[in-house]
């Protein structure tokens, strides 16, 4: 991350005031930006809130670097970047995906302690606050999907929180990258009722999707809310995107593949998700109404 800000210092600038993780690990995000000042909307993604899901920071890095070199070379790439300021962030969960390469491969949520039992960590896709510890949570802290001894107990998911909280004002999109099982999710997770903009969010995810199918690998994805097309979930990022600070477009997204290889998709796959999953990016750039 660090080489490619200082190679395309026009337009990218790391973001570090999210601070450390309970490890003590650096949290950075990239901001890509083609003409600063003008206060144009940002749109936040982050990858990696699942320390297993190894395809996803590989995926963020892809969009990173795509976005960068492609710039001077790509009007597609030139519009999508003079549209919006993006703001990427390849590591959310960076003690976990750690852990995953030194401890087990299979871990998913953070790395902090948990009082009165040994069980390590809280799943930090159900412990934003809202909706926080309903249904398709667990309260048991050795389960994957533990939410947390309260809202926001995670200091990743406060940091993040906090970041977008103070950019609300002109955050126009937010999306949680995950993997696997080729969806394109939209709101609710915690309940299976259509959020107000379905028809604007499906709208722009089925370009998306589209573009995803015809970018040389015919990768078909499914759409619909998060609650409907995978399970319930409740304290989950895109639904406090959506549902605290109003953030218009919010998406969480599973990536490659449906289940052959699961989280452990082979690194022959990693260049052709990059490849279908920024066109998909580039046309739901595209077909923002801001
Ligand atoms: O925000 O609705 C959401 C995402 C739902 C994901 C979750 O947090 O549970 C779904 C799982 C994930 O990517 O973490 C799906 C994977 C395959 C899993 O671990 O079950
Ligand atoms: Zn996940």
């Known amino acids: 991350m660090r080489k490619l800000v ?12 999210f601070g450390n993780s309970y490890e ?5 995000a990239i901001k890509i930006s083609s003409n600063p000042g003008q206060n144009k909307k940002t749109f936040f993604f982050n990858c990696g809130i699942h320390a297993r899901e190894w395809i996803t920071p590989a995926t963020c890095m892809y ?14 790439i030139k519009a999508m970047v003079d549209k919006l300021d993006w703001v990427i962030m390849p590591v959310f969960n960076v ?25 390590i960590g809280t799943d930090p896709n159900r412990n934003w606050n809202y909706h926080w510890a309903g249904v398709g949570t667990s309260s048991n802290p050795c389960r994957d999907t533990y939410h947390g001894p ?40 915690y309940k299976k009722t259509l959020p107000k903009d379905y028809t ?10 589209g573009a995803l199918y015809n970018a040389g690998y015919g ?18 990022t895109k639904d406090w995107a959506y549902g605290v600070l109003g953030v218009r477009y919010a998406f969480a997204l599973e990536l490659r593949d449906q289940g052959r290889y699961g989280f452990m998709l082979p690194a022959n796959q990693i260049t052709p ?12 750039g595209a077909a923002l109404r801001i």
């Open 63 to 76: 969009i990173i670097n795509k976005m960068l070199s492609g710039y001077g070379q790509d009007s597609s």
């Open 200 to 209: 604007e969010l499906k709208r722009v995810s089925d370009i998306a999707v």
């Open 273 to 284: 998700t990059g490849i279908e999953t920024f066109a998909a990016i580039k046309a739901m």
């Open 24 to 28: 003590g690990r650096a949290i950075h």
């Open 150 to 189: 309260s809202p926001f107990s995670e200091v990743e998911v406060w940091s993040v929180a906090r970041y977008l909280y103070k950019n609300r004002r002109s955050l126009i999109g937010y999306m949680d990258i995950h993997a696997y099982s080729q969806l394109w999710m939209t709101p609710w997770g």
């Open 219 to 236: 990768t078909s994805y499914r759409v619909g809310p998060s609650s409907v097309i995978i399970y319930e979930n409740s304290g989950a």
């Open 6 to 17: 200082s190679q395309y210092s026009n337009l990218a600038t790391l973001v570090s005031e």
């Open 95 to 119: 003690d976990g995906y750690v852990y995953t390469h030194t401890g087990n491969r299979m871990w998913r949520k953070t790395r902090s302690r948990n009082s009165g039992t040994n069980c």
